[in-house]
């Protein structure tokens, strides 16, 4: 995954998406790049296009603090890009994350959830594979090829396009927030693992992920096409898992009153544990990530 340089692949690739129009730069005619050149970037961070040079090409690392959010205001960085900046100038060593399979979710968060029967919920690892859920939470994503991977499914699936009608969208959204969760741990395996079957392929995601666009899954709206209930309009808010960090609790609403509210009551009366069999989720029970 190139992680040898990751500050560079970082500041190559978002130069290459800003516009000089954008920074108040004449476009001066036609450029061989996309986006700004090293220079143009340099001048506006008030470095030496040598010094800029050097920190693309991996034989600077250790840019100040001050250079660091220089750079990030010439390259229009919002405020969670500019944080991972940051890491990448000053990495910390980490304990290496263990392989999905041995990621369990304590009970106390499944009784949790379980708890909500009429707001689905899922719980998230740090590549959005989906480690637990409640019985809604399964529902609403239930019937797909990868209904427990939401990275494979918006890339892979082929009803995808049909379960997300703002299917773009979500694809930028999704690429985004995985570069978030996995923050600067790029030599993960099961993120190795995961970018590397994607980038095969999806030409989509080998676009987007070259973009290094960081945007942490926060909250939203989303539509489903649903299979069993139709179209519906929901809230989304993650939070954050503190006793296991790198997990994100999602959690769905309909606005009250709605339509999607109705949708997302009959879905429950469909998929109700006592009705189907659909057994609860078990904390001994491993996940895996496909």
Partial sequence: ?????????????????????????PAGGPRRVSGLRREEVALLAGVSTDYYTRLEQGRERTPSAQVVDALARALGLEEEAVAHLHRLARPVPGRRRTAARHERVA??????????????AVILGHCLTVLAHN?????????????????????????AREFYPDW???????????????GTDHDDPQLIDLVGELSVRSETFRTLWARHDIRRKSHGTK?????LVGEM??????????????????????????P?????????????????????PSADTPTTGR
């Fill in 107 to 120: 009970p106390h968060l499944l009784r949790m959830m379980e708890a909500w029967p009429q707001t689905p």
């Fill in 233 to 258: 309009t929901l809230h989304y808010e993650s939070l954050t898992v503190n006793s296991a960090p790198g997990r994100q609790l999602v959690v769905y609403q309909a606005e009250p009153g709605s």
């Fill in 168 to 182: 773009e969208r979500v694809a930028v959204s999704t690429v985004a927030g995985l570069r978030a969760a996995a």
């Fill in 223 to 227: 539509r489903f096409r649903h299979r």
């Fill in 1 to 25: 995954m190139d992680s040898d340089n990751a500050l560079g692949q970082f500041l190559r690739a978002r130069r290459g998406v800003v516009r000089p129009q954008d920074v108040d730069l």
């Fill in 260 to 280: 999607s509210e109705q949708a997302l009551a009959l879905l429950g009366s469909l998929t109700a544990p006592e009705a189907t069999g659909i057994p609860r």
């Fill in 135 to 159: 019985t809604l939470g399964r529902a609403l994503f239930d019937g797909h090829t990868y209904s427990n991977d939401l990275v494979r499914l918006v890339f892979l699936d082929p009803d």
